[in-house]
Every structure is written in C-alpha cells, then in structure tokens.
C-alpha cells in the first residue's frame, strides 16, 4: 500500500482533564485537520496515547507542539505531565520534532494583537480563522467551569505560537508580530 504523503504539517496538541484536542496546520493560519477528543474512564492516558500515535503515523507531522507543563509554574496535575513526557518520547522515537511553550510564551505571542487572556485569544482565533468562529465558547461566568471547546482554541494557540517562534528565529534583529487577519 502507498503511504500518502503530506507537506510539512504541524500537530498541535493540548491536553486536559477531559481528553485532548489537536489542531494540524499546514501553514499558520490554514488548519488541515482538528477534533476535541474526551475521554473517560481509567484508562484515558491509554486512550490519548493511541490517538496521537495514530495521528503522527497518519499525518508524519514534522512537528508536534505540546504545552510545557512539566515547569514549577505550571499547575497541571502530575498524570498529565507524565502524559504529556510520554507524548514527547513517543514523537522524538518518531523522528518528529517536538516543540514545547508555555503559558507566558503563548500570551507573548498573541500580545502584538492585543490578546492577553485565553478568552481574548481564542477571539483573535476565531477572527483569523473562520472554520472557527462558530466553536467559539461563550464568555464565562466566574462561577462556571470553562467550556469544553476551549481546548480547542487552546490547541490553536499552541500551533500559531509555534509558527510565531519559529518565523521569529528566521528573521532575526527584525521586529515580528504575528499578523492572523
């Protein structure tokens, strides 16, 4: 059988207590493929495990971007981030690159348009991109639970950082902004 071949492709993917969600990018701001998976039961890391490995055989991105979790100032639980250390041995075992950003990277991404808070970016988002838009979670109240779709844009996030960072090692001495309309 004939292994399809794809352009270089960009696997975003955030992890949460739900599940996951990826977004793959062929370019910055053209998505090729996303989904919001949730899991349940005890064997959710199992579960996450077999889908991105079935998404890096499928697609043989050349770089899968995850959230850095593992860091002192993040506060994610500890199985998440064996999760997410498993997620990246998997992929260097794969010969993909792995990119990690955390949350101060992702804001100083999206602070040359303005965005500073993940409801903020998640708009610009779904300005730039407009498969988008109609996935947008509505604004939380204080006493909600953030949305389930927030992990998509979350996800996004993380792929248009990636792509800022990686144009910002290019041009270097240049100023760059991350231009999403």
Avoid at 65 to 89: C, F, N, P, W, Y
Avoid at 114 to 126: D, M, P
Wanted: proline share 4%; glycine share 4%; charged share 25%.
């Amino acid at each position: 059988m004939k292994k399809t071949t794809y352009p270089d492709l960009t696997l975003a993917v955030s992890l949460s207590t739900r599940g996951f969600a990826y977004v793959i990018f062929e370019a910055p701001q053209t998505p090729y493929d996303w989904a919001v998976v949730e899991t349940k039961g005890s064997g959710k890391d199992a579960q996450i495990t077999m889908r991105v490995e079935k998404l890096l055989q499928t697609y043989h991105p050349q770089t899968l971007v995850l959230e850095d979790i593992g860091g002192k100032s993040a506060k994610r639980s500890a199985r998440l981030q064996k999760l997410s250390l498993r997620l990246v041995h998997m992929a260097e075992c794969e010969g993909i690159e792995v990119c990690r950003y955390d949350r101060k990277a992702i804001r100083a991404a999206f602070a040359s348009v303005g965005a500073k808070t993940k409801v903020e970016i998640a708009h610009v988002i779904a300005s730039a991109i407009p498969a988008f838009a109609h996935r947008l979670p509505p604004v939380r109240k204080l006493w909600m639970s953030e949305d389930p779709r927030q992990i998509l844009f979350d996800a996004a996030a993380l792929g248009l950082t990636h792509h800022h960072c990686d144009q910002k090692k290019v041009k270097i001495g240049e100023r760059f902004t991350l231009r999403l309309l």
